[in-house]
């Protein structure tokens, strides 16, 4: 990957920009731009900006639900992107056209079945994401997720879910994974561009003060609770309320926490690392501070065995 540290900045849908992205990347990890957030043209801005901030390999992430995902697609080939992450579905119909043009492709899975065919098709490495993580999430936890994706296929894997301190990092080696992605810990970054209100919510949470939302609507969300995650919770309880109207109810959701810190219909969403992140710092101190405890921790996890 030519990046000195295997630790991914998760993308993270409206606040994954290149002001992280590059800071993380010029701190040795892998900055990572979300492309869920205004049309195709800011985002080619973005991405140019961010070659402009760093000269370290950075990626772009495409969430595979957006209505331009084509567009994009497309947009990191002109724009030389070096590496592409993907999330919430299968990048299958992108990927010829994307390792055609010398791009390294790393989809999110959330089970190992998809790791598998993305394997196959020439991802040269997976991103595993367990429940604990923020945003969408699938059904597995990471503890029994890694393994099973580690087993499954012939790429690196990278660990997401739950990961937000040196302790987590090691644990995700221990699991097989070479390499962790985190979001929740850089949401607590200075350089991160959410609202006041939003880094405040962040530093208060403790790790009992998420929830998962959209279950029943086939689209699980975890996301801190507030009073948008009680009146959605209540909404899909309420069988005289449709589904329509849940999504329309939830449409704009994140938006609305990221950039007007809106306590009421804002959707603050995090993983249950949450309760780790106990101080906003720089990029490159959480960077350090993490391969830092890992090493020491690593160097020092036989102690509580004996052959
Ligand atoms: O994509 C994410 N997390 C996200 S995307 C997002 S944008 C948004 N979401 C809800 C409301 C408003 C905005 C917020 N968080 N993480 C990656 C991820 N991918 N998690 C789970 C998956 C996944 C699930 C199923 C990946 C593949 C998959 O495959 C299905 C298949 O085709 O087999």
Redesign the pocket.
């Known amino acids: 990957m030519g990046i000195k540290y295997p630790i991914f900045q998760g993308g ?2 409206w606040i994954s920009e290149s002001g992280l992205a590059s800071a993380v990347s010029n701190a040795g990890g892998l900055g990572i731009i979300s492309c ?1 957030n205004a049309g195709t043209e800011v985002i080619r801005e973005e991405i140019r900006k961010c070659k402009e901030m760093t000269d370290k390999p950075f990626a772009v992430n495409i ?1 595979l639900q957006a209505p331009n995902d084509a567009e994009i697609a497309q947009l990191v080939i002109d724009e030389k992107v070096p590496v592409v992450t993907t ?4 990048p299958a119909k992108y990927m010829d056209a994307w390792l055609a043009a010398g791009i390294k492709v790393i ?5 190992a ?2 790791a598998v065919r993305m394997d196959r098709l020439g991802a040269v490495a997976i991103i595993a ?1 367990g429940g604990e ?6 059904e597995m936890n990471t503890m029994a997720l890694i393994p099973n994706v580690t087993d499954a296929v012939s790429v690196p894997v990278i660990a997401a879910g739950g990961i937000a301190d040196g302790r987590g990092m090691a644990a995700a080696f221990m699991l097989g994974a070479e390499g962790v992605q985190c979001g929740t810990r850089f949401l607590g970054a200075t350089e991160c561009i959410i609202h006041q209100t939003y880094k405040d919510k962040i530093i208060a949470a403790a790790e009992t003060d998420t929830v998962v939302t959209g279950k029943t609507l086939g ?1 699980p ?1 975890r996301a801190l609770k507030s009073p948008f995650t009680k009146k959605f919770a209540a909404m899909e309880k309420d069988p005289s309320v449709t589904p329509e109207q849940i999504l329309e109810y ?1 449409s704009g ?2 938006r609305k926490a990221v950039q007007n810190g809106d306590e009421v219909y804002g ?1 603050f ?1 995090a993983g249950q690392s949450v309760g780790m992140v106990r101080e906003i710092k720089p990029a490159a101190e959480i960077i350090s501070e993490m391969v830092t405890d890992a090493v020491a921790r690593l160097k020092g996890g036989a102690a509580w065995v004996e052959e």
């Open positions: 993270m849908a869920v969430m999330g919430a579905g299968s989809p999110v899975v959330a089970a079945s998809l994401e993580s923020g945003g969408h999430i699938g689209h969300v939830g959701s994140l959707s969403m």
